[in-house]
């Protein structure tokens, strides 16, 4: 089966691959540090973590090399070898902490809200502008099919099992308390999660539609036709 492209970044970024006046996904992936050396490995950390998931989004699994990343990193390759062993060593520690970071402000999100529609909203929002807006190389952990090797294949299909069970728990909530109008639950699920795969690249194609809109559309596959959507 083909590699589906992967969403397109959509912004610039300093050479080690951080974004100016964006927070780093990747900065909790390194425990607290006190000294100025252990600071300075865990910035290195995340300036590595980072730039790999540009690489990886960009070109796949299997195009991305140590040496490109080393490159746009400014690094030797040995020198990327003293922290990661290996290439896949380096994107599953990637992919990992991108999946914590995702999970933790989907469910920070969620928290905001008190009816199931409206922590609907909050968690459509929030992937939307991740994936859209903010850091758009963390799409490609979202795509299907993917180009992973065994066993990274069995751990990232494990993340989006328990990323779609986050939306999962909202939308049967939704359906149990009357709230949400659907015919097939299951069905619903998968075109819900399926289109916020794909509008990332959509949306950086159509500068015209906004993250309110997208997510106002979104919400219409589970809300009843009568239901008017409440825009912040």
Not at 15 to 28: D, E, H, L, Q
């Amino acid at each position: 089966m083909a590699e589906q492209t992967p969403a397109p970044v959509a912004r610039s970024f300093a050479t080690n691959g951080v974004r100016p006046g964006i927070g780093s996904w990747a900065a909790g992936s390194a425990p607290p540090a006190n000294d100025r050396r252990s600071r300075r490995r865990s910035r290195r950390i995340y300036e590595i973590l980072e730039t790999t998931a540009l690489v990886v989004a960009e070109r796949g699994y299997h195009n991305t090399s140590i040496e490109e990343i080393a490159d746009r990193l400014d690094l030797a390759k040995p020198t990327l070898y003293h922290y990661f062993e290996s290439k896949e060593k380096l994107v599953y520690e990637t992919l990992r902490v991108c999946r914590e970071f995702v999970t933790t402000s989907l469910t920070e999100a969620a928290a905001q809200a008190n009816s199931n529609t409206e922590r609907l909203r909050e968690l459509v929002r929030r992937q939307i502008q991740l994936t859209a807006v903010e850091y758009p190389e963390m799409s490609r952990l979202f795509l299907q099919p993917l180009d992973w090797p065994e066993p990274l294949e069995e751990s990232v299909r494990a993340w989006q099992q328990e990323h779609a069970a986050i939306f999962r728990k909202v939308i049967d909530d939704g359906i149990e308390s009357g709230e949400f109008s659907v015919g097939n639950a299951a069905i619903t699920r998968i075109c819900l999660v399926g289109a916020m795969n794909v509008l990332p690249p959509w949306i950086d194609r159509h500068k015209e539609i906004d993250v309110e809109e997208a997510v106002d559309t979104v919400l219409r596959l589970v809300l009843p036709a009568t239901a008017r959507v409440r825009k912040k």
